[in-house]
């Protein structure tokens, strides 16, 4: 069982360049959620789906933006990347069961130059 | 609004001695609370939650923590640490109603010596 898969791994952008990163999982949970994470910071929410179909906006939304066609995949948009978005993005996904474990990717490490 | 605070950026333990992770968190009713280990490179992985109940929680790893309502805490334990528990540590707590939308703290590296 993969779990949650995200790519790429790692990527060098050029500021004002539109970058996709993708996020699929094969656990069919509801929920997805993408994070970012800086030094320091711990991690922030961007954005999140409860279901496909909808989504919702976290705490640092601003320069992404996210769809949620169907249950497996939830890919993250940066329309025109900047050097603050450099970052560590990590997807997860939650099912709606007694535990509310988040299941977590192995990230996709942002460098926008 | 919620928001949680790690006070110890880094923590160095020797192997076979205990450790303690401090989190306090802010919240105005009793939040859902997490602990998560992130190893180097790695996702984040569930060492136990909070919920309601039992104030003293064990999780994986011989881990446990303890929920004190009045201290408005949740802090790590581990009576003895392993070379394996070297990583970074994070305090989460969640709202009841949507506890996957998660606030962190901004983790407390451990490095286990020898």
């Known amino acids: 069982i993969a779990g949650i898969t995200q790519a790429p791994t790692s990527q060098i952008l ?15 949970h509801n929920a997805m ?23 919702g906006k976290g705490e640092v939304p601003d320069g992404y933006s996210v769809s949620r066609a169907n249950t497996d995949d939830f890919p993250l948009t940066l329309a025109s990347a900047v050097p603050s978005q450099t970052s560590v993005y990590f997807c997860a996904s939650q099912s709606y069961s007694n535990t ?14 | 609004a919620q928001s949680v605070t790690q006070p110890d950026i880094h923590i160095t333990v020797s192997e076979g001695a205990s450790l303690e992770l401090r989190c306090n968190y802010s919240y105005g009713a009793t939040p859902y609370l997490f602990w998560y ?6 996702g984040l992985q569930l060492l136990l939650k909070y919920f309601s109940g039992d104030t003293l929680v064990q999780g994986i790893k011989g881990f ?19 070379w394996s528990d070297a990583a970074e540590y994070f305090c989460a707590v969640g709202a009841p109603d949507s506890w ?13 010596t020898p």
């Open chain 2, 37 to 42: 280990v992130q190893s180097p490179g790695q």
């Open chain 2, 100 to 112: 996957g939308k998660l606030q962190f703290g901004s983790g407390t590296q451990v490095v286990v």
């Open chain 1, 33 to 55: 959620y993408w994070y970012r994470q800086d030094l320091g910071l711990g991690l922030r929410l961007i954005h999140y789906s409860n279901t496909a179909g909808t989504t």
């Open chain 2, 64 to 82: 446990e923590a303890e929920f004190k309502r009045s201290q408005s805490s949740f802090n790590l334990r581990k009576p003895s640490v392993h």
């Open chain 1, 14 to 28: 050029a500021a004002g360049r539109r970058m996709t990163l993708r996020c699929t999982q094969d656990m069919r």
């Open chain 1, 100 to 113: 509310g474990e988040l299941f977590f990717g192995e990230g996709s490490r942002l460098t926008v130059l």
